[in-house]
């Protein structure tokens, strides 16, 4: 197999898979890094987007793109419902507390998502989309989008956090959340604004990921792991971090195919988590070790 081989079937779709896991660990890293605990409904908030998308595909006839802002404000809204109706009063209970609770909402989430659109797969658009050649590259148009949206709505966060008043309040939060509160910053109006972003955040993941594959209920689950792999990989509370995990992790899946069976490919991001966590917790980037 030549270069341009291994470039196409599988640099490019782990540069794909990479940019949507980077979007979910961006989110997952906001919630390690400002509320400390791990969130395990976040990928079913994802699938929840992914399917609120092909509602306003179906019923209004849009396309997937112009559904994407759609999704994200409804699954941004639903984000921060769900904070206020089970997980704000645990807020000082021990972490892991909240942790069995997401557990719990993520369950609760995927049965509705079950319930309104069923269990078989669904699509955003009939037919077969056919690569183009790019001097050697074979390229999809959604491919190029999945990839340019990451870096815009990665790039525009990042901007954010650093040049606004609320970003610099939610860096103050999660470096020590007491400290913040004293020098004046509501963290209630902070928590509500991180669950907005990450809520947005995942349904661009679950869009994505329904884009280029197939929308099934359980996708959002499957890609639990390499999103936190990521998070992890990049060092947690790293926005940058997670993006250069999530590629990673999903360069290093499709490349594990070539020596596994496709079906363990899910195996890498789980050795990749084992080893981050035993060799360098802080991550890449030295995030926080919680």
């Given at each position: 197999m030549g270069a341009m081989e291994i470039i196409n079937f599988y640099v490019v779709p782990g540069i794909v898979v990479g940019s949507i896991y980077a979007l979910g660990a961006v989110g997952i890293t906001l919630v390690f890094a400002i509320l400390r605990y791990a969130h395990l409904a976040h990928g079913d908030l994802a699938t929840l987007g992914a399917f609120l998308a092909l509602g306003a595909v179906t019923l209004g006839g849009v396309?997937?793109?112009?559904?994407?802002?759609?999704?994200?404000?409804?699954?941004?809204?639903?984000?921060?419902?769900?904070?206020?109706?089970?997980?704000?009063?645990?807020?000082?209970?021990?972490?892991?507390?909240?942790?069995?609770?997401?557990?719990?909402?993520?369950?609760?989430?995927?049965?509705?998502?079950?319930?309104?659109?069923?269990?078989?797969?669904?699509?955003?658009?009939?037919?077969?989309?056919?690569?183009?050649?790019?001097?050697?590259?074979?390229?999809?148009d959604r491919e190029i989008v999945t990839v340019a949206a990451m870096i815009g709505i990665v790039a525009a966060l990042y901007l954010f956090l650093q040049r606004s008043k609320w970003g610099k309040a939610m860096r103050a939060m999660s470096d020590n959340p007491d400290l913040a509160l004293l020098s004046g910053v509501d963290n209630k109006k902070v928590v509500m604004l991180t669950w907005v972003i990450v809520g947005g955040?995942?349904?661009?993941?679950?869009?994505?990921?329904?884009?280029?594959?197939?929308?099934?209920?359980?996708?959002?689950?499957?890609?639990?792991?390499?999103?936190?792999?990521?998070?992890?990989?990049?060092?947690?509370?790293?926005?940058?971090?997670?993006?250069?995990?999530?590629?990673?992790?999903?360069?290093?899946?499709?490349?594990?195919?070539?020596?596994?069976?496709?079906?363990?490919?899910?195996?890498?991001?789980?050795?990749?988590?084992?080893?981050?966590?035993?060799?360098?917790?802080?991550?890449?980037?030295?995030?926080?070790?919680?």
């Amino acid at each position: 197999m030549g270069a341009m081989e291994i470039i196409n079937f599988y640099v490019v779709p782990g540069i794909v898979v990479g940019s949507i896991y980077a979007l979910g660990a961006v989110g997952i890293t906001l919630v390690f890094a400002i509320l400390r605990y791990a969130h395990l409904a976040h990928g079913d908030l994802a699938t929840l987007g992914a399917f609120l998308a092909l509602g306003a595909v179906t019923l209004g006839g849009v396309s997937p793109y112009v559904a994407l802002p759609i999704a994200m404000v409804l699954t941004a809204a639903t984000a921060v419902v769900l904070d206020k109706a089970f997980y704000e009063y645990l807020r000082e209970r021990p972490k892991i507390i909240t942790v069995m609770a997401s557990l719990g909402v993520a369950l609760m989430v995927r049965s509705v998502v079950q319930v309104v659109w069923g269990v078989d797969a669904e699509t955003y658009t009939g037919g077969i989309a056919r690569a183009e050649n790019w001097w050697g590259l074979r390229l999809r148009d959604r491919e190029i989008v999945t990839v340019a949206a990451m870096i815009g709505i990665v790039a525009a966060l990042y901007l954010f956090l650093q040049r606004s008043k609320w970003g610099k309040a939610m860096r103050a939060m999660s470096d020590n959340p007491d400290l913040a509160l004293l020098s004046g910053v509501d963290n209630k109006k902070v928590v509500m604004l991180t669950w907005v972003i990450v809520g947005g955040l995942c349904a661009a993941a679950g869009v994505f990921l329904g884009l280029n594959y197939e929308l099934r209920s359980m996708m959002g689950w499957t890609m639990l792991l390499p999103m936190f792999a990521a998070a992890i990989l990049g060092g947690v509370g790293r926005v940058e971090g997670a993006v250069i995990g999530g590629l990673i992790v999903g360069i290093a899946e499709e490349m594990s195919t070539l020596i596994l069976p496709s079906e363990y490919k899910a195996a890498t991001a789980f050795a990749i988590l084992l080893v981050m966590l035993l060799v360098r917790p802080t991550g890449l980037l030295r995030g926080k070790v919680l």
